[in-house]
């Protein structure tokens, strides 16, 4: 019996983290209508700081999020001495320090905004919906996880509802990380901040952040909200569409580029190669070209490497079926010698291309060398050598 519950708790233990992935919020693929959104650049544990003062106390609260993946170990908290966790497979945790001014006591507790923890339903609860329907002069993706419980202190025990609402607003000119802060960040900036008497304010909004608080707050149903603002690129309804027509022009872009040099490289060298062919040799016509003779027996080299690419898929086939490891190096032989074949073909018809190209220069500077300066030979005539 032992065993079988171990077995049970393995195999629950391996799907229950596939099952909250597939029913989670994917970052990286969303679809709200006929717009695809693609927010995995901005992956990453982040932290936000907030003060907000009262008569009675000041609280300090830090959040953490990754709205990507989990926070894994960025869970854990103990920059107060005493190290307190917002759990596991959380997405954003609240870590709240809350000091009586009368000197009374300090009250350190976490809790969970969005979390996949939940048995039995989904409980990341993604609702996406786009700026426009809400406001037409407004462009982005509005994005609401729960799955959280809000506690009002330490000892209580029961909480609230929580969740998060996130407006990624589409601005062309932020990638969406300028100005936020690491965990060190954060954490140099709390002890400057203790350092400098504890002091502060409402949650502080910070207009050079691509990320900002909105508000925190317990809603009318009892439901703690964090509203967050998020500037960036990745929000644009045609973002994505243009990061593929600009891809796609580049690449054209590149291999247009690459076969205009090949083509110049390769004219340049017919070019060169006949004028030195000349000026040396007093070569003529087909002479003039270099590697003229290879080039006139690229019909008999293509007849008989055809020629030998039938006879050995004669030979093969005339075994009675009967494959061995030597079968299988011929037909590998088969196959690199008609790759081969092609490159050669192709480089040949490239080379026959410009050729036609040079004589088509070759005609006309002979025809107006001609009419210029009768009885000279035109090329001597360009090249000052008669």
Known sequence: MRIQSNGVSLLLSALLPSLASASGFDCANINVGNHKYDLSPLKGVHVLNTTVETPDNVTSTTYRLNICNTLKSSAQFDKYGDEISCGTNKNICAFV????????????????????EAAGEDSKNPELKRLKDIDPET?????????????????????????????????HERSGLEGLDTIQ????????????????????????SSLNIKGADLLDDDTYILRLDWRTKYACDEYEKEKGDTFSSKSWGFFTWLIIIVFLFIAAYLIFGSWLNYNRYGARGWDLLPHGDTIRDIP????????????????????????????RREHLHIMFTFTQGLLYCSFTCIIELVWALVIQIYSFLATLGAARNPGKHWLGYYMGNE
């Open 97 to 116: 320090h809350r000091a009586e001014k009368d000197g009374s006591g300090v009250d350190i507790f976490p809790f969970p905004i969005v979390d996949l």
């Open 185 to 208: 960040d954060s954490e140099a900036k709390e002890r400057r901040r203790r350092a400098d008497g504890g002091e502060g304010g409402a949650a502080s909004s910070n207009s050079s």
């Open 139 to 171: 462009e982005g993706l509005r994005v609401k996880l729960e799955g959280g419980t809000y506690k009002e202190n330490s000892k209580d025990k029961k909480g609230k509802k929580a969740g998060a609402i996130i407006e990624f607003q589409c601005d």
């Open 300 to 327: 008999y080299i293509f007849q008989d490497w055809l020629r030998r690419v039938v006879n050995t898929l004669q030979g093969a086939g005339s075994r009675g079926g009967y494959t061995d490891f030597g079968d």
